[in-house]
């Protein structure tokens, strides 16, 4: 019975929900329907590790998303970065899905600024259990990159799963590449578009908007056409702390809510 349940209920993930929308964090992120490929931020360290490189403050962050219409299905996760000379450190600790499937990861990111150019990589360690298959532990690999060829423009690439992981010996996970652009025409207005191409012809874009009322406070937006999910965020800073909420409407999950709590370690 265990066995049937997550069988249907894998059948309703794959079926419906893009694995982008429940299994990485970051609420700025999210309410920009995960587009954030070419733009750095605090939720890089999943989206593109190169973009860890552009933060110059450090931070710490808790994220909890809960994007499952099952009960007790979410992901919790804390992440870290951390400036030492011309580098920037980041770590990241998450736990995914309930009882009958869950991943249990960490990862860490190192990336650097050269010039208009961020670099990044990012090494992570999955634990999978599955109810009536066992478990099985897997290595990911990521690379990425945001260049600024202009001061309004933004391009990203990051490519995903470049150790060739596999959950079991009958399923690899694909190797995926994202590329993306980001368009800033005023301090105000943040513009970003996003290309996911996964091995096998499987793609899927993501279009993104933020807006920063003032300093303290931001609103965002987000599309993505293939899962006919509408995104909506929010950001509130005060001082060294920010809370960041993001939600997404989906015709067949419903809602998915994202929140994500950050204390800055620099002003």
Do not use: W
Request: charged share 15%; proline share 4%; net charge positive.
């Amino acid at each position: 019975m265990k066995r049937l349940i997550f069988i249907l209920t894998g059948c309703c993930l794959l079926s419906h929900i893009s694995p982008a929308q429940f299994s990485v964090l970051g609420a700025d992120a999210f309410g920009r329907a995960n587009s954030l490929v070419a733009v750095p931020g605090s939720a890089s360290i999943y989206h593109n590790p190169g973009g860890i490189a552009g933060d110059t403050s450090g931070f710490l962050s808790f994220n909890y998303l809960k994007a499952m219409p099952v009960e007790g299905f979410h992901t919790t996760g804390v992440q870290g970065i951390f400036r030492a000379g011309s580098f920037n450190y980041g770590f990241s600790v998450d736990s995914f899905g309930d009882r009958y499937y869950g991943e249990n990861r960490a990862a860490l990111a190192l990336a650097r600024k050269q010039g208009r150019v961020l670099m990044g990589v990012r090494i992570s360690y999955t634990g999978i259990h599955t109810a009536g298959m066992g478990s099985r532990k897997i290595l990911f690999g990521e690379a990425g990159m945001i260049v600024t060829p202009a001061p309004l423009v933004s391009l990203g690439l990051s490519l995903m799963n470049i150790t060739a992981a596999k959950s079991y010996e009958e399923y690899a996970f694909p190797v995926a590449l994202a590329v993306g652009a980001a368009l800033h025409p005023n301090e105000k207005v943040n513009l970003s578009g996003q290309l996911d191409y996964r091995a096998g012809g499987c793609k899927e874009v993501r279009f993104g908007l933020a807006y920063q009322v003032r300093e303290q406070l931001g609103f965002s937006a987000g599309i993505n056409p293939q899962m006919r999910s509408v995104h909506f965020g929010t950001t509130v800073l005060a001082g060294r702390y920010g809370f960041l909420y993001g939600i997404a409407t989906h015709p067949y999950a419903g809602a998915a809510h994202h929140a994500t709590f950050i204390y800055k370690l620099r002003d």
